[in-house]
């Protein structure tokens, strides 16, 4: 089944403790992003991949990374959560160019304490 | 930068009624606009993609237009159903980047 995958679901840390949420897509598409989504502010741009080795800061970048050394791939690492960055999150993944039709993973909930 | 409103926020209407939702935005340099639906609590799935290049996309009851001149964009919903209950979210895409709307919540009562 065609799908992106985020693990974990739900995430609760605290202040400071590094953590990663895992994206991974079997449609072998080249374009990858992250969002976040919260109440009242909408679905907001992190980061996206056109392709490995290749990103770019979307519109929220500060306080997060990203890495594609794969294609399949395409982790969200906070280095040092804050409370500001408790949020829904979502990764999603298109074939990429005018076709970008976005798939999206199911969400990882996230609470910094 | 892109901005994308959506109009209105919120839409209860009675079944059966035909209804249509508006998104608008502000660069018209786009490659795509996307309609989205998204149910309490899931992952947002796409509806629609219209092109940059095109006027508009049909799949069953639901009609997307695009008119990129009036940075304007509008998905019709014929004969509303009580499953059609959720939000619907616009996206224009260029390059990579994706910029939402703040979505429309439809209730379509029985």
């Known amino acids: ?113 | 930068k892109q901005e994308v409103t959506q109009i209105p926020a919120a839409l209860s209407v009675p079944e059966g009624e035909n209804l249509v939702l508006n998104c608008s935005f502000t660069d018209s340099a786009i490659y795509n606009l996307q309609w989205f639906r998204q149910d309490p609590g899931k992952g947002l799935t796409s509806l629609l993609l219209i092109q940059s290049s095109q006027r508009e996309q049909t799949s069953g009851r639901l009609n997307a237009s695009l008119d990129k001149s009036s940075g304007r964009s509008t998905l019709y919903i014929a004969a509303s159903q009580p499953g059609d209950s959720a939000t619907y979210l616009c996206a224009a895409t260029n390059a990579g980047k994706s910029t939402f709307g703040d979505g429309t919540t439809l209730t379509v009562k029985p």
């Open chain 1, 1 to 113: 089944e065609a799908q992106v995958t985020q693990n974990p679901r739900y995430l609760i840390t605290v202040t400071g403790k590094k953590l990663t949420v895992t994206c991974s897509q079997n449609m072998n598409h080249e374009y990858m992003s992250w969002y976040r989504q919260d109440p009242g502010l909408g679905l907001r741009q992190i980061y996206y991949s056109m392709n490995v080795e290749v990103t770019d800061k979307g519109d929220v970048p500060e306080g997060y990374k990203v890495s594609r050394k794969e294609k399949r791939n395409f982790p969200l690492i906070l280095e040092s959560p804050s409370p500001n960055q408790t949020s829904l999150y979502f990764c999603a993944s298109s074939l990429g160019g005018v076709n970008e039709k976005l798939f999206f993973g199911s969400g990882t909930q996230l609470s910094v304490l």
